[in-house]
């Protein structure tokens, strides 16, 4: 057996009251579990762009479609996208257009009947109104929701005026429910957000770990978009904004979008993927407006502060000129579940182009970043943990010559549950018997060579 790169246990650390992680997943998308490392580091994992699902090419769609939500309900995924071909941010044409799926893959148009747009009833928008500008739904998890209520929304932007930006003009967010999530209604007649600037996405879900609604919304910090965050008890009475904040060092760019969810696994625990916009950048001389943009990923587990330990792109435009052209490359908020080890998400291509669309991404499963070795192998420690069940589970992935060996460390700093070298590619080995340490403190020793391990968590 390779002996690995020398890694020192820290007294201090070994006496730090141990983290309480329950039976929870948690995902190394940041440091929060790492005490010491040698030889390892954070890794980005990029998505894989699949197939076209949805061209915008009805009559009441159009090349400035925007803001695509993605639910799943069930057997069903519905697709959530504004209609419009370029009018103001206030024009009472713009539309709330669903389409609908079995499979995250192949989407289609109900005909509702609803409303006409586009000379005909026969299509399938559900609103119509300056809310539809930037109508966001989601799936209440509340417990406690009405079945009347059990789809939510905030949708709406301020009026034009002095210090708009600022939240100083009449307007704001409206609150909307749905039992079916294609028959709307407004919650209450006046704005229940009014402190923003609002023009862009401005998403919100129930926290199920802290019992209480959440919204991401668009304002601007000293002239560059941003994000802040506000919770609610009951979706109508919401809490004073706070800026998303992070760690000196970290640039601030313009997030046009947040498409900020909890992890499907592991809901304490928020992913964030935000639309950044270059607006100085002209890449196509040909195409009138200004900006170019990407998508990066960050995450957070407070809602406030957020982690960016990777300042490189998530999704780069590529090489079509199409999404070189401004407000291309934005992420739909929501993460489909399309396959056993398989998480689907969706991103717009081609903005103010006659084949505007969606792309479907996919990624594995919590499979956003993961504590990475290369083949000369690595090791890290985690802080103290309390041992939350009988057994440690993991997620993780070897080169045929690579390999994962994990140890369990009591709090003298001894062995005390060991496992030999694994390898291959698994979404939930069972790799520890730790039913000598339940309920005790002890640290993980990890090592890696040419492996990758995503995420883990203790069992019964």
């Known amino acids: 057996m390779k002996t690995y790169l020398p890694l020192l246990m820290a007294t201090s650390t070994l006496a ?27 890794k980005l994992h990029d998505p894989i762009k699949r197939e076209v699902v949805l061209e915008t090419n009805q009559p009441w769609e159009g090349r400035t479609c925007a803001y695509f939500s993605a639910i799943q309900d069930g057997g069903k995924v519905r697709l959530y996208y504004r209609g419009s071909d370029g009018g103001s941010d206030h024009s009472d044409a713009q539309v709330t257009c669903v389409a609908e799926s079995t499979d995250g893959i192949h989407f289609t ?21 300056v809310e539809a500008h930037n109508f966001s739904p989601f799936l209440d998890a509340n417990p406690q929701a009405k079945p009347e209520e059990r789809y939510k929304a905030l949708g709406g932007v301020k009026q034009p005026g002095k210090n708009w930006a600022q939240g100083e003009t009449p307007g704001g967010l409206y609150a909307f429910a749905s039992a079916d999530g294609l028959h709307w209604k407004k919650m209450q007649d006046t704005p229940v957000i009014t402190k923003g600037a609002f023009d862009s996405q401005n998403l919100a879900f129930f926290d199920t770990t802290r019992n209480r609604y959440a919204c991401f919304s668009r304002i601007f910090s000293s002239n560059v978009r941003a994000v802040q965050s506000m919770t609610s008890a009951d979706f109508l009475s919401w809490s004073n904004g706070v800026p998303h904040q992070y760690v000196e060092g970290v640039p601030m760019e313009h997030f046009y979008t947040s498409a900020t969810v909890p992890c499907p696994t592991a809901p304490h625990l928020f992913l964030s993927f935000p639309k950044r916009f270059m607006p100085a950048r002209h890449k196509v001389p040909e195409h009138k407006e200004h900006g170019v943009s990407d998508a990066v990923f960050m995450s957070s587990r407070d809602g406030v502060h957020w982690d960016r330990p990777f300042l490189e792109a998530w999704v780069r435009p590529g090489p079509d000129l199409k999404n070189w052209t401004d407000r291309n490359n934005m992420t739909a908020n929501g993460i489909v579940i399309t396959g056993d080890g398989e998480w689907s998400l969706y991103i717009s291509e081609h903005y103010r182009h006659a084949d505007h669309r969606i792309r479907r991404l996919t990624v594995r499963k919590q499979g956003f970043a993961s504590m990475h070795a290369g083949a000369q192998g690595g090791v890290f420690t985690t802080h103290p943990l309390k041992c939350g069940g009988k057994k440690l589970l993991i997620n993780y992935a070897t080169s045929a010559a690579g390999s994962v060996q994990i140890e369990a460390l009591d709090e003298a700093g001894k062995v005390a549950a060991t496992m030999s070298e694994l390898y291959g590619d698994e979404f939930e080995a069972p790799v520890l018997d730790l039913s000598k340490l339940a309920g005790k403190t002890l640290t993980l020793r990890v090592k890696l060579k040419d492996a990758d391990l995503y995420a883990l968590r203790f069992a019964d």
């Open 109 to 129: 148009r109900p005909k509702l009947g609803l409303i006409e747009a586009g000379g005909t009833k026969d299509n399938n928008v559900l609103w119509r109104g």
């Open 16 to 42: 730090a009251q141990p983290l309480d992680l329950g039976s929870r997943w948690e995902l190394f998308v940041d440091e929060f579990l790492v005490a010491q490392k040698s030889g390892v580091a954070l």
